[in-house]
């Protein structure tokens, strides 16, 4: 039988499990999924957000890799593949942690970046065929 990969999941180190997964799911709709031990301070969450899976772990300090000045452009963690990316903006414009606005590449998807409180930079993106945007928009 030949191997079959279903997922890759990113995994995101930060020094608070609980307070990070509880913030995904208050902000951004996910869900947690489990987490270790049964009682705070969690060493490992898995979050869900529709078929789509982050996983944190716990590190002691700043457990955040700095990886911006060798990417000059910004690091993205996460690319979140998703339809319907219009309507998830609207729910989320307007908040600190929404770093751009909804705008279309020049490879055809329509992408927002998002900043959790551990610097980790989260696109969602999809939807290459969308309506046209409200005045204001790009």
Do not use: C
């Amino acid at each position: 039988m030949e191997p079959t990969f279903r997922s890759a999941v990113p995994t995101f180190v930060v020094s608070e499990v609980a307070a990070t997964a509880r913030w995904y799911a208050e902000n951004l709709g996910f869900r947690i999924a489990g987490h270790v031990p049964a009682v705070e301070p969690w060493a490992y969450a898995s979050l869900m957000l529709g078929s789509a899976e982050l996983m944190l772990l716990r590190a002691e300090g700043d457990a955040h890799p700095q990886v911006t000045p060798g990417r000059p452009w910004g690091p993205w963690n996460a690319y979140l593949r998703m339809d319907g990316v219009r309507a998830y903006y609207e729910r989320m414009e307007g908040h600190a942690f929404v770093t751009g606005e909804l705008r279309k590449q020049s490879y055809g998807d329509w992408e927002f970046e998002v900043r959790d409180p551990n610097g980790y930079i989260l696109v969602f993106g999809g939807d290459v065929a969308i309506p046209k945007l409200s005045a204001g928009s790009t």
